[in-house]
């Protein structure tokens, strides 16, 4: 079993840069497609940014660029997340997510088929 642990979530005003961060507890062998999806108030959970094992990346449309997604290639325990130019609408419920034995492919924003999750950071963007 693979736990993760994510991090970093606060309280910022809008424009403003938050790094969010998932640890692994253990290192991972094989394909994997990692990732962070968020839960803002009242909507469902979406796909925010995903990393592979082979470093390929994909953002959601709603990133415009504001967000980076990276993973420690010393061991691929630690994934980040760094956000910035924050808006309000941003505001969400983080959680770090794991597939293992699979890359991203075209389901990458499908988050069932992502068997572990960390426990939420929160994101409170003030205007």
């Known amino acids: 079993q693979v736990q993760l642990r994510d991090s970093g979530g606060g309280s910022v005003q809008a424009g403003g840069s938050l790094m969010l961060s998932c640890t692994k507890s253990r290192a991972t062998s094989g394909t994997y497609c990692m990732g962070w999806f968020r839960q803002r108030p009242g909507k469902e959970r979406e796909a925010v940014a995903i990393?592979?094992?082979?470093?390929?990346?994909?953002y959601a449309d709603f990133v415009q660029g504001r967000f980076t997604i990276s993973q420690d290639n010393t061991n691929k325990k630690v994934m980040y997340l760094q956000m910035d130019t924050l808006k309000p609408e941003d505001t969400a419920m983080y959680y770090c997510?794991?597939?293992?034995?699979?890359?991203?492919?075209?389901?990458?924003?499908?988050?069932?088929?992502?068997?572990?999750w960390g426990q939420g950071t929160q994101v409170t963007v003030s205007s």
């Open positions: 997510a794991l597939a293992r034995f699979s890359g991203c492919g075209s389901t990458w924003s499908t988050s069932r088929r992502f068997g572990f």
């Open positions: 990393v592979d094992s082979d470093d390929v990346i994909t």
